[in-house]
């Protein structure tokens, strides 16, 4: 049976006809684990110089050398959407973080509101999963992870111009398809913490003339849930689903 090509990300600089030298985990896991061999098919891509067919030209017990052949994908950024959340705990921040990237979020940012339970957020950690799901669902643009902050220094320093679409269980119910279609990218995505946002955030947040809410109807749903569900209609309706960027 023929193998596989694995995929793989490196934080290394890529051109064709380069060699680059694994770290000692990725090296592992291609030779101990997937048992990799000299002249094996390898795709690599950094998330700067797009993607790359590779090949192995050394394979020892610690140490694996790929030789670049050329280049097969450009940099395809998705639809200009940030992803904001409020952060969960463990495996549900582990799942919220991979399915945003799979969905097309352009850049991830935790915000602290007053609800959040998490104690703090392992940012190493989050790139690790955004990492992992580029690498399983075939992109070549790699999400970037940004620092937390409070909700209200994130709106203080908010660009005008970039709308920003917030999950309120509170709204009117109504068609958020509609809704959504009246606005346009850049945009933002907005998700609260478990027990949703206080009075005082949705009064800061329902004020401010760029902040469209949306009603995900008459279900009430687990943080991590809302945010798929708002991702998938807001590239539906104003992302690469749409055939927009």
């Known amino acids: 049976m023929a193998k596989s090509t694995p995929r ?3 934080d290394l600089p890529l051109q064709p006809r380069a060699e680059i030298t694994l770290a000692a985990e990725q090296a ?3 030779g101990g684990v997937l ?3 000299a002249g094996d098919a390898v795709t690599v891509f950094n998330g700067a110089d797009g993607e790359f067919l590779a090949h192995v030209a050394e394979a020892a017990k610690k140490k694996m050398v790929l030789r670049l052949e050329k280049q097969t ?3 395809q950024p998705p639809a200009n959407i940030d992803y904001l959340f409020a952060p969960l705990k463990h495996s549900r921040l582990d799942y919220l973080v991979q399915k945003a990237t799979e969905l097309g979020a ?3 940012r935790p915000v602290i509101t007053a609800r959040t339970i998490a104690e703090r957020v392992n940012l190493n950690r989050m790139r690790a999963n955004v990492v992992e799901a580029v690498e399983q669902c075939n992109q070549v643009f790699v999400p970037e992870v940004l620092e937390p902050v409070p909700l209200n220094a994130a709106l203080l320093n908010w660009d005008a111009g970039r709308v920003l679409i917030y999950c309120d269980e ?4 109504g068609n958020a398809v509609a809704a959504l279609a009246k606005l346009k990218t850049p945009a933002a995505i907005l998700v609260g913490p478990e027990g949703g946002f206080t009075v005082e ?10 902040v469209t809410a949306i009603s995900l109807g008459p279900r009430i749903m687990r943080a991590d849930t809302a945010g798929v569900a708002i991702m ?5 309706v104003l992302g690469d689903w749409a055939g927009k960027s």
Not at 170 to 173: K, L, Q, R, S, Y
């Open 8 to 10: 793989l990300f490196v």
């Open 28 to 30: 592992h896991y291609l």
């Open 35 to 37: 048992r990799l061999v």
């Open 73 to 75: 994908s450009a940099v």
């Open 106 to 108: 352009r850049r991830l």
């Open 170 to 173: 509170t709204a009117e119910p």
């Open 201 to 210: 955030e949705r009064a800061m947040l329902k004020a401010l003339p760029y």
């Open 232 to 236: 998938a209609l807001a590239q539906a």
